[in-house]
T-cell receptor
């Protein structure tokens, strides 16, 4: 089955700086890669996703890049703000079925 | 409601008790998923329904776990003879998803289960 590795587990950045979270996956058949943000006591919320026919996708301060050859994808958050503090999860899926998640990155925005 | 709802939000059970967790998906969503999230970990897939059909239950950890969606809407995850290792947050998600295309999964707030 699919295996997703996520790094780093904790990331602390100064407010206004950029944050980058990286994930690798094992199943070359995976074709859908969402990123979720989870705040304490809440369920995961989708922030951006990318499909395998696209190399990059951007939505305001958030962007995701995908390298299918290397089987890795990354989340980029620019101009970080205090409300960006949360746990971020990457996920991958080779089919229309359940997602395989990484272990999460705790993003801390320092004022 | 506008989103996925789950009840109860918190459940404390004594070891050996049976529990039932409910999920109300977004109206009209075809697919429904259950995940288990241990403390400090990412969600792990348990099972998947398309309408009332349970298409994948490969993630259920044991035969003590059972899920149903009899009318293709509300779903219940039942855990029999609960054990301490069942303590986790149980997340439900729904999507418009067809069998061919992966669509966005919208998650509920989860049910936090503590087994004493």
């Amino acid at each position: 089955g699919e295996n997703v590795e996520q790094h780093p587990s904790t990331l602390s950045v100064q407010e206004g700086d950029s944050a980058v979270i990286k994930c690798t996956y094992s199943d070359s058949a995976s074709n859908y890669f969402p990123w979720y943000k989870q705040e304490l006591g809440k369920g995961p919320q989708l922030i951006i996703d990318i499909r395998s026919n696209v190399g990059e996708k951007k939505d305001q301060r958030i962007a995701v890049t995908l390298n299918k050859t290397a089987k890795h994808f990354s989340l980029h958050i620019t101009e970080t703000q205090p409300e960006d503090s949360a746990v971020y999860f990457c996920a991958a899926s080779p089919r229309a079925d359940g997602l395989t998640f990484g272990k999460g990155t705790h993003l801390i925005i320092q004022p | 409601g506008a989103g996925v709802s789950q009840s109860p939000r918190y459940k404390v059970a004594k070891r050996g008790q049976d529990v039932a967790l409910r999920c109300d998906p977004i109206s009209g969503h075809v697919s429904l998923f259950w995940y288990q999230q241990a403390l400090g970990q990412g969600p792990e897939f348990l099972t998947y329904f398309q309408n009332e059909a349970q298409l994948d239950k490969s993630g259920l950890p044991s035969d003590r776990f059972f899920a149903e969606r009899p009318e293709g809407s509300v779903s219940t995850l039942k855990i029999q003879r609960t054990q301490q290792e069942d303590s986790a947050v149980y997340l439900c998600a729904s999507s418009w998803q067809s069998r061919a295309v992966q669509e966005t999964q919208y998650f509920g707030p989860g049910t936090r289960l503590l087994v004493l």
